[in-house]
């Protein structure tokens, strides 16, 4: 089909090389113009493709971006280079690292691997003031405190020069955790480690500190294009400025209302402010072009999105449908339990699929991972096939948990919760009555204490009168995939332990779509399995089931758009995950007081936590609530409070 482009698409797409704001709104085709504009200048105004620049946060989006690029400029031998924001930051190191102190082989590592390593470093190290009884609370605060300095071009040099000369006890502790946070540093510098905000802090001192370089890579590009910048944080804004500021041909795309990621770092300010951070040569504020018309949904559904766009500080115009779309259709229900609106749900989905929707073309978004549970339970038992694309709700499910269990007890024979979980499991079904005799063997033996291990009996079973069979086949299965788990990778153990189950006979056995729902989830957590690395050494049972049990408390890694499978099954995601996804069908179920909106968990007050970084030392500090350490603590909590409503309005207006 010829694209044919709105008279909004058309102005942007022609508009001079110069600095433009674009302000798009949701589904209103921002890709394709973005595609559009390179071809305009490629063939209009003689820009070379190699010497155009795209940059956005994924890499499922880079993909995209290339590939819509690509098809406009189907007969060009050279093409734009399109990275994420911080694979552009690495590449920049790789090639100059050497002037910063970086290596060329330093590797990027992962948040959850972080998290590993500042745990390992919790465990050696002395504390007066920050209470380390619960290491795993401590590691959250620790990465929140060394995000903020990453995402303001701080170090913790930075952090102890600017502390008070007699400093409050909520500094002391800022000061404590900066101490870590430094060793933090030193290790990852013994192990060549970099992780993300190390990249754009790295590259920020580079392009900033060394004019060669600088004007080495201004000069390798005639335009650049800025995808998804609402999300962009004040480091990556400066790197931006410092390279591509004074008038340069740069367009950023964005949407303030899509900004929900600001308690991982992103800035409203940066889209905001595009204006004044890009001016034009002369120093005038740039120009911003609307993208207003929807090609996604019909006017119900932008009339109650614009409803909830309106309870945002931003004067963005209201998002309109494109010429004949058909209406939708916007229910709204109230429901006396959560079962009930999963019921309802589950009848609303049989009714679209007899209709003609298929199952993939259905999704249930969801503002927390602890309420999939409910929804999937229902969605199974109504026979109805579910894919679960968030690892948080992943661990949940049923055969996972089973398969989570194994690996638990292979890697920590004191896990009796685990046994248990197995034991009484879908494969060898025992109850409470057929375990009794073990440990009735175990308070028999001299010496007994309750350190002693449930599974030590099992080596006893031939003592052991009226013991039930499936023990010894537990016994038999435990040996042999304790034996395999000496040498395999996690991946290939995780495949023994369902074939030696019989877990693969069990899903064939089940209807068709809970025997399809199965396989999917755990096709999901094979891949999770193998794509996972440990910072140190070779990978082991016990370091994986650490990478779990954090993600699991913390799922930072699951902030990108999900990749769904092609099979013909439900959706089931956070709003999150969903972001720039869409289905015909979609359900935003839990919408309930203190849950969507969410309630504040942790006020985000510099003057009373530790881990959050002084607005002093901000770069975005105009642009955040005027704390002040003279305001009562009550009228600080008021401003924070209204600045989380502001973010749970935003996700509410990307659900919808």
Do not use: C
Request: charged share 25%; glycine share 6%.
């Amino acid at each position: 089909m010829t694209f044919q482009p709105t008279a909004e698409q058309q102005a942007i797409i022609e508009y001079p090389l110069k600095p433009l704001r674009v302000a798009a709104g949701a589904g209103t085709g921002k890709t394709t113009t973005i595609a559009h504009r390179v071809h305009h200048a490629v063939d209009d105004l003689g820009v070379r493709p190699d010497r155009v620049l795209g940059l956005t946060f994924t890499n499922k989006a880079a993909g995209e971006l290339s590939d819509r690029i690509r098809t406009t400029l189907p007969d060009q031998e050279l093409q734009p280079l399109v990275q994420t924001y911080h694979g552009f930051a690495a590449s920049l190191l790789r090639e100059f690292g050497a002037l910063v102190g970086v290596e060329r082989g330093a590797e990027v590592v992962s948040p959850t691997s972080s998290r590993q390593l500042l745990l390992d470093l919790l465990r050696s190290g002395t504390f007066e003031l920050v209470d380390i009884r619960s290491t795993r609370n401590v590691v959250p605060r620790l990465l929140k405190l060394a995000a903020d300095l990453a995402d303001n071009i701080l170090t913790t040099a930075d952090l102890t020069e600017a502390a008070p000369d007699e400093p409050d006890t909520v500094w002391r502790e800022r000061l404590e955790l900066a101490a870590t946070l430094a060793r933090f540093d030193e290790a990852k510098r013994r192990l060549r480690l970099l992780d993300y905000g190390d990249l754009v802090r790295a590259a920020v001192q580079l392009v900033t500190g060394h004019p060669t370089v600088h004007d080495r890579l201004r000069d390798r590009f005639d335009l650049v294009l800025l995808d998804e910048y609402q999300d962009t944080n004040p480091g990556q804004r400066l790197l931006l400025m410092a390279l591509f500021g004074d008038g340069f041909p740069v367009t950023a795309v964005g949407d303030s209302a899509q900004t929900i990621y600001e308690w991982r770092g992103a800035s409203v300010e940066n889209f905001d402010g595009f204006a004044t951070h890009f001016p034009e040569a002369d120093g005038t504020p740039s120009a911003t072009l609307p993208l207003s018309v929807n090609r996604r949904s019909g006017p119900s559904i932008l009339k109650a999105a614009n409803h909830v766009r309106s309870l945002l500080p931003d004067d963005a115009a209201n998002l309109v449908a494109l010429s004949g779309t058909a209406d939708a259709t916007v229910d709204l229900r109230w429901f006396r339990t959560s079962r009930d609106e999963a019921r309802w749900i589950a009848d609303e989905m049989h009714a679209h699929h007899e209709a003609g929707t298929p199952w993939r073309e259905m999704a249930v978004l969801f503002r927390k991972n602890k309420d999939i549970a409910m929804v999937r339970d229902v969605l199974t038992d109504e026979d109805i096939p579910v894919e679960v694309a968030n690892l948080g709700g992943l661990l949940d499910v049923p055969e996972i948990v089973e398969l989570h269990a194994w690996l638990r007890i292979l890697g920590d024979p004191a896990d009796s919760p685990a046994l248990a979980r197995i034991l009484m499991g879908s494969r060898y079904r025992l109850g409470m009555g057929d375990i009794a005799p073990l440990h009735r063997w175990l308070r028999s033996q001299v010496g007994h204490s309750r350190d002693t291990l449930l599974l030590e009996a099992f080596d006893h079973l031939d003592e052991i009168t009226g013991h039930h069979p499936l023990l010894g086949e537990f016994s038999d299965h435990y040996r042999r995939l304790l034996n395999t788990a000496q040498a395999a990778s996690i991946a290939e153990l995780v495949r023994e332990i369902l074939d030696l189950t019989g877990a693969w006979n069990e899903f064939d056995a089940m209807p068709p779509t809970h025997g399809l729902t199965a396989r999917l989830n755990v096709y999901r957590f094979i891949d999770l399995a193998e794509s996972w690395s440990p910072l140190e050494g070779r990978p082991s049972l016990p370091s994986f089931l650490d990478h779990l049990a954090l993600m699991a408390e913390d799922p930072v890694e699951e902030l990108d758009t999900a990749r769904l499978s092609s099979a013909d099954a439900v959706s089931l995601l956070t709003i999150h995950r969903s972001k720039g996804l869409e289905w015909d069908t979609v359900f935003l179920p839990s919408s309930y007081h203190l849950n969507f909106p969410s309630k504040v968990h942790t006020f985000e007050d510099p003057f009373e936590r530790a881990q959050i970084l002084p607005l002093d030392l901000r770069i975005d500090a105009a642009h955040l609530p005027a704390l002040t350490a003279s305001m009562p603590a009550p009228e600080r909590r008021d401003l924070l409070r209204d600045r989380h409503m502001q973010q749970e309005w935003r996700i509410a207006y990307v659900g919808i």
